[in-house]
């Protein structure tokens, strides 16, 4: 069974700091993989997508990567604001189970 | 504005009164699904349509109906309500499947007593 872990499950850093969000599948069979985040009580908002064909996706201060061998992704948020604090869920589409799976989550704070 | 619409945002209903909850979307999209989001459990998937009149179960179908008359819509039906159904729903779309992004809905937040 496709299991997807998020370390860490929660991180609180100051204003400014870089930080990344880790992302692994326990079937290394990852299509392609999208990061949202949710703030609390709300909906999922797409964040970026990397699709089968690529590597890794920028969109201002974050860049995500995908590295399909060993089914891993990270989320890199640059100089981090108060407005980044929400809940990150990462999502692969696994050929193994033909459907979307998502991660357990990382709650971030960033603290002014 | 490309987007995933659900009707209503909140709900508070009685045990076994029926109930449906709305989702419509404007980006021809062929591929929809609802899922639920429990704390501690995460979000996992009820039912899915992969395009119009074709319907599957998800993960945790048990209780739900679901239907795909029209591209645009995926209404979530809920034929007798019981209170282990309380949670937070979302439905999304996708182009495809696999491989497109997908869509969320802002959730609706279901609470039966």
């Known amino acids: 069974k496709q299991e997807v872990t998020q370390i860490p499950a929660a991180l609180s850093v100051p204003e400014g700091e870089n930080l990344v969000l880790n992302c692994s599948f326990t079937?290394?069979?990852?299509?392609?993989l999208q990061w949202f985040r949710q703030d609390p009580g709300k909906g999922l908002t797409s964040l970026l997508l990397i699709q089968s064909s690529q590597r890794e996706q920028t969109s201002g201060r974050l860049n995500a990567s995908l590295d399909k061998s060993s089914g891993r992704s990270t989320l890199y948020i640059a100089a981090s604001q108060p407005g980044d604090s929400a809940t990150y869920l990462c999502a692969g589409y696994g050929g193994a189970t033909n459907k979307l799976i998502f991660g357990t989550g990382t709650l971030l704070a960033v603290q002014p | 504005e490309a987007q995933v619409t659900q009707n209503p945002r909140y709900l508070i209903t009685v045990t076994g009164k029926k109930l449906t909850v709305t989702c419509s979307q404007n980006?021809?999209?062929?591929?929809m699904s609802w899922y639920r989001q429990d704390p501690g459990l995460g979000l996992r998937q009820i039912y899915y349509?992969?395009?119009?009149?074709?319907?599957d179960k998800g993960d945790v179908p048990e209780g739900y109906k679901v239907s795909r008359k029209e591209k645009r819509n995926f209404p979530l039906i809920l034929e007798s309500p019981s209170p282990n159904q309380t949670s937070l729903y979302f439905c999304?779309?996708?182009?495809?499947?696999?491989?497109?992004?997908?869509?969320f809905g802002s959730g609706t937040r279901l609470t039966v007593v």
């Open positions: 999304a779309s996708s182009l495809r499947r696999q491989n497109y992004g997908y869509t």
């Open positions: 980006m021809n999209h062929e591929y």
């Open positions: 349509s992969m395009n119009v009149e074709v319907t």
């Open positions: 079937d290394s069979a990852i299509y392609n």
